[in-house]
């Protein structure tokens, strides 16, 4: 199995624990992976903020881009998955102005996007049957004891139509049954695909603060002592602005990445680099239910 | 009656305009509220997504351009998964913030489009987004100096921001990108 790697900005800075865990345990799964070459930024929240041109253009470059290079794509960020998957449905379902776009990239690029590849969010890959099994038969310390709420957010399962791979994007259940097939203790809570204010970390903090809050508030009402994520902008969000969001010393609850659980449970890569580079530091927390590894 | 010129009657050209530019049927909203109901930053909203819609349909422009709402919306599509006739709110709010900017008309929120801004400056210079040069620009745009200087010096402690940006090879085609997007406001 081999895929095209499209890592995006964030795991090239603010979630490099994220980029390093994701390719360790992809690469123990004996998933095979090439950088995609020369990839742009997706434009993020900003593209289609802007323009309509901008979103759909920027995220093709790097569909046309990776059709060179034969494989699927596989995306570890959220919203670099959603806006990639909405470019390839824009382009597939022949949306407004699509073909157009397509004759600019000829010009600009000196090739088309041919709708020959797919675009894939690494829990989607997990989740597949195949490879699921393959972390349950890795297992080397399975996250006993470890209470978690799955937390999916906003880009992974909407709009549903377009980027979901769930079976109910209301209800998704892809990241609970890898938290069952680690060992852990799955937590059912009520906000698991509620919005935690993205990327206005940056322009309203103050928004931020008050999502950040009501989620940490639900995740502890639910019982759990961490929370997991697949999403670089939820994971800052929560990480960062816990502090600030209030409650004492020991209050705070650690937000991981699901690669990085997976890591851990299977025994894959350095998990120490990952870990040091939380602002809420998971140690304590995974030493205490004796899930480090010896080293 | 004596014509006074001027005319009362809601404008349907605005709700033509933007359901042609946002791809959204506004016209068939019903008012069940379902939108404002999952809204997750409705507490930080003037109007409420609802709200929104029956502006556009009564072609209420100043109104809407000028509101905090627009910019507010997180984009979290929770409103278009669960609209029963399938309208995307987040779509008719970016299609009314790209008319605000076009019209420069008072921003209903400064910092957001400030944001915006400095993100795509940096792609347009080096193709990916350079943190540290991305946050310095909206910094020194919205001279929010102070703010969350404690975050910044942790995040360059654990090493999460980086002091040289990268830059793809293939930069001219994001700026022909750029080009060409510019070129089609333009022509709107």
């Known amino acids: ?295 | 009656m004596v014509s006074t010129g001027k005319s009362i009657a809601p404008s349907f050209s605005f709700l033509k305009q933007l359901e042609d530019k946002s791809g959204q049927p506004v016209s068939r909203c019903y008012q069940c509220k379902k939108c404002t109901g999952g809204c997750p930053m409705s507490f930080a909203m003037d109007f409420n997504p609802n709200q929104v819609v029956r502006l556009v349909q009564l072609g209420q422009q100043e109104r809407l351009l000028k509101s905090r709402t627009i910019w507010v919306c997180a984009c979290c599509k929770t409103c278009a998964d669960r609209c029963p006739n399938g309208i995307d709110i987040s779509a008719v709010n970016d299609a009314l913030k790209d008319m605000a900017a076009e019209q420069n008309v008072a921003l209903g929120d400064t910092m957001v489009p400030a944001f915006h801004e400095s993100f795509l400056a940096s792609i347009q210079r080096h193709g990916r987004i350079y943190e540290a040069g991305m946050l310095l620009g909206f910094k020194l745009k919205t001279k929010a100096y102070t703010q969350d200087m404690g975050l910044g010096i942790e995040f360059v402690k654990k090493g999460k921001l980086k002091f040289l940006p990268e830059k793809i090879s293939q930069v001219k085609e994001i700026k022909q990108i750029f080009e060409k997007a510019k070129a089609k406001e333009g022509s709107r």
Not at chain 1, 73 to 86: D, G, I, Q, R, S
Not at chain 1, 147 to 156: E, R
Not at chain 1, 192 to 200: I, L, P, Q, V, Y
Not at chain 1, 206 to 231: E, F, N, P, R, S
């Open chain 1, 1 to 295: 199995m081999k895929y095209t790697y499209y890592p995006g900005c964030s795991l090239h800075s603010t979630a490099e624990e994220y980029n390093a865990s994701s390719k360790q345990v992809l690469e123990k799964l004996g998933i095979q992976l090439e950088e995609l070459k020369d990839w742009n930024c997706c434009g993020a929240t900003s593209a289609h903020s802007t323009s309509d041109y901008l979103a759909h253009a920027l995220p093709l470059r790097n569909l046309v881009l990776a059709e060179k290079q034969d494989n699927d794509v596989l995306v570890p960020c959220a919203a670099c998955y959603n806006l990639l998957k909405t470019a390839e449905h824009h382009m597939r379902c022949g949306g407004e102005g699509s073909e157009e776009l397509n004759l600019d990239m000829q010009e600009i690029m000196g090739a088309q996007y041919q709708g020959n590849i797919a675009v894939r969010h690494v829990v989607d890959v997990f989740a597949q049957e195949e490879i699921s099994a393959k972390i349950a038969g890795l297992l080397a310390k399975p996250l006993a004891g470890l209470k978690v709420v799955p937390y999916y957010g906003c880009l992974l399962t909407r709009p549903a139509k377009v980027v979901s791979f769930e079976d109910n994007a209301e209800q998704p259940q892809t990241l609970d049954r890898l938290l069952g097939v680690l060992g852990a203790e799955n937590i059912r809570w009520s906000h698991k695909t509620e919005c935690c204010g993205g990327s206005f970390s940056i322009s309203q903090p103050d928004l931020v603060l008050t999502l950040t809050k009501k989620l940490v508030d639900a995740a502890q009402y639910a019982g759990a002592d961490a929370i997991v994520t697949a999403c670089p902008l939820c994971q800052a969000n929560l990480d960062t602005r816990q502090h600030e969001a209030g409650g004492g010393p020991g209050t705070k609850v650690p937000v991981f990445y699901i690669t990085e659980l997976i890591g851990l449970a299977i025994g894959a890569g350095r998990s120490g680099d990952w870990l040091k580079k939380h602002l809420i530091d998971p140690v304590p927390l995974l030493r205490s239910l004796n899930l480090l590894a010896a080293s």
